[in-house]
């Protein structure tokens, strides 16, 4: 079965127009919540702060570390608090080997 050229001509615009309506309708037809929750999830100013923030203020990572245990901290910064604590205390303990030395 072969389709003529005008047949699939049609088809290729048909698919065309659709595309373009869909890309051109998709902000009125999405819902406002749906809007403002992706928004929300983009500029998200609670994301986990990361193991070098935590290496540079180390009184905040023994807290954020003790809420953790407490449960009152939960998500992704329990571990990077965790890790900058063990990493700090092992830089410490290396420090005062090599001065006993």
């Not at 403002?36 to 998200?44: C, D, H, I, K």
């Not at 070098?52 to 003790?66: G, L, P, Q």
Request: hydrophobic share 45%; glycine share 8%.
């Amino acid at each position: 079965m072969m389709m003529s050229r005008s047949m699939l001509f049609a088809i290729i615009i048909a698919l065309v127009i659709g595309f373009v309506g869909g890309f051109v309708l998709r902000p009125i037809l999405l819902p406002p919540q749906a809007v403002t929750s992706a928004l929300a999830s983009e500029a998200n100013p609670q994301e986990a702060r990361g193991v070098a923030y935590f290496v540079a203020h180390v009184d905040e990572a023994r807290r954020v570390v003790a809420g953790c245990r407490d449960g009152t901290v939960r998500g992704g910064e329990c571990t990077n608090a965790e890790t900058a604590v063990t990493t700090v205390e092992s830089r410490e303990r290396f420090r005062r080997f090599r001065e006993d030395r």
